[in-house]
């Protein structure tokens, strides 16, 4: 399956849009749970992890599912494939554990501290608020590093639906990585 040149940039916009905004939702998790733990009023903690829940509730899954669903698209309809590049093959596992990870620790630790500060008691865990956050934002510049500089080369795969194919750029690669190094 080829995607044609103006529905695959329809979803790269898409795929870049969702995971700037992953990104961007992350930075103010983080923001919101330094502010949280900080020592402060009872007010400012209670209306931290309520913002979390806000953004953990209604925000990130359906940008993190975006970003995944546009992300395997992408990998499925172009060149880089899905399983031919090991930084496509990379980003698509530390994706989806990410989003895992969001459904089944982040979350449920939000509640928690949610739960906890409106029964009028303290924040429990200073990790279930910043340990999320700060576990995806590496996550998420870690992927981002790798999209921009594409490192590791093809997988086995990549490598032999490469020279079955017999692609006429190949050779030419190739000769250039000789002369460079004579």
């Known amino acids: 399956m080829k995607l044609t040149r103006p529905v695959r940039r329809a979803f790269l916009v898409v795929h870049v849009a969702a995971s700037a905004s992953w990104l961007g939702l992350t930075l103010g998790l983080l923001a919101l749970g330094i502010a949280a733990t900080t020592p402060g009023s009872a007010a400012t903690v209670e ?7 806000l953004f953990a509730d209604w925000l990130l899954l359906p940008v993190a599912a975006l970003t995944l669903l546009s992300g395997l698209a992408l990998s499925l309809g172009t060149p880089w494939g899905l399983a031919r590049h090991r930084w496509v093959y990379t980003k698509f596992w530390l994706t989806l554990a990410t989003t895992t990870a969001t459904v089944f620790a982040l979350r449920p630790g939000v509640n928690a501290a949610v739960a906890a500060v409106a ?33 590791w080369g093809p997988t086995r795969r990549g490598r032999r639906l490469r020279a079955a194919a017999g692609r006429p750029g190949d050779a030419a690669a190739g000769a250039r990585r000789v002369r460079e190094t004579t």
Do not use: E, Q
């Open 47 to 53: 209306a931290s992890v309520r913002a979390m829940k």
């Open 119 to 151: 029964a009028g008691g303290a924040l429990p865990d200073a990790g279930d608020v910043l340990f999320g956050p700060v576990v995806s934002l590496s996550a998420y510049l870690f992927m981002t590093v790798v999209s921009i500089l594409k490192p």
